[in-house]
């Protein structure tokens, strides 16, 4: 696997380096020891799936309040999705700093989200399907979120938000 960090602090993108053969391609998409060797959580206590059906889906951004913070690690399985992370920490020389890229079927990457980092996606095409990895399992009661389209972020979708729940969409400014 192929680790390129980026803007965000402690968030990697990460693609997997095929070995073709007649048959197609075998790839890793997890191993401990290189998500360690990289200073990144290597617990996996859960993994979910996201259907989503309309192209202009947005999900996010979702976070958990310490001490029920995740890593996630996100891979779009079916289509494509633009997906971000954002830099809640405080502490943090990255604060308030997003990264976003697009993952697909196609290109196979993968986004890893540190904990302290609110996680979201917009679909690029109908019927995308995306494959969660999280280190701690889903705690309602230290379930957060911020809004996408919050001034104090400034982030740059890269498509109309078409889908949204209402609770995503009526979180609270986070201020300046």
């Not at 779009?76 to 997906?83: H, L, P």
């Amino acid at each position: 696997m192929r680790f390129t960090e980026t803007r965000v602090v402690g968030a990697f993108l990460i693609e997997p380096e095929p070995i073709a053969d007649e048959r197609g391609f075998f790839a890793r998409t997890w191993c401990r020891e290189e998500f360690a060797d990289h200073g990144l959580n290597p617990d996996l206590a859960q993994a979910n799936i996201s259907f989503n059906q309309r192209k202009g889906t947005l999900r996010g951004l979702h976070y958990q309040e310490a001490p029920h913070a995740e890593a996630k690690l996100v891979r779009c399985t079916r289509g494509a999705i633009w997906d971000l992370a954002l830099d809640l920490r405080p502490s943090s020389s990255t604060y308030r700093a997003w990264f976003g890229a697009e993952l697909s079927d196609a290109n196979r990457a993968m986004l890893y989200v540190p904990e302290g980092c609110a996680h979201g996606f917009l679909t690029l095409t109908d019927d995308a399907e995306v494959a969660y990895q999280m280190s701690t399992p889903y705690a309602p009661q230290a379930a957060r979120g911020v809004r996408f389209d919050d001034p104090a972020f400034g982030i740059e979708w890269p498509g109309e938000v078409v889908v949204i729940n209402k609770r995503d969409r009526t979180y609270p400014d986070v201020g300046r």
